[in-house]
């Protein structure tokens, strides 16, 4: 019985480690994804401007005021993701921006909903265990 539980908390045991890489992977991709999202709204701001207006139904905001919001948390959230640094805040805020682009498009296909609920989930990882140890807030000390 003692080498089973042995075994088993050694295998398991090593498990446990992945979470440093799990959660910069995580990061990162979330990051890109983002911030390449960011820089496409920046390289054709009048055709940016104009899916606010006429395509994406942004609650509560004008259409101007959403856009200049939706940019600038894509292109500053995602390098503080990245990073490391403030973490949990990047995450909760990067949250926001996918909670609303979803709620935002009407037609939205299947497929991109289910990147958007993966987006969500891996966001999620982070707003609850933090960044890890692989990140400015680890050795900052930043919670």
């Known amino acids: 019985m003692n080498t089973l539980i042995g075994t088993y908390n050694r295998i398991f045991g090593l498990l446990g480690h992945l979470d440093i890489p799990a959660l910069l992977a995580s990061r990162l991709y979330v990051a890109w994804v983002f911030f390449k999202s960011g820089l496409t709204k920046l390289n054709d701001w009048e055709n940016t401007l104009l899916l606010f207006e006429y395509e994406y139904a942004v609650p509560l905001l004008d259409f101007q005021t959403a856009a200049y919001l939706a940019t600038a948390g894509e292109i500053i959230l ?20 996918n909670y609303v682009a979803v709620i935002s498009l009407e037609d939205i296909p299947v497929a991109a909903l289910y990147l ?25 000390k930043i919670k």
Do not use: C, E, Q
């Open 78 to 97: 995602p390098i503080l993701l990245a990073l490391g640094l403030f973490t949990r805040k990047a995450a909760i805020g990067l949250f926001i921006v």
């Open 116 to 140: 958007h609920y993966i987006w969500g989930l891996m966001l999620m990882a982070n707003i609850v265990w933090g960044a890890g140890k692989a990140s400015s807030d680890y050795f900052l």
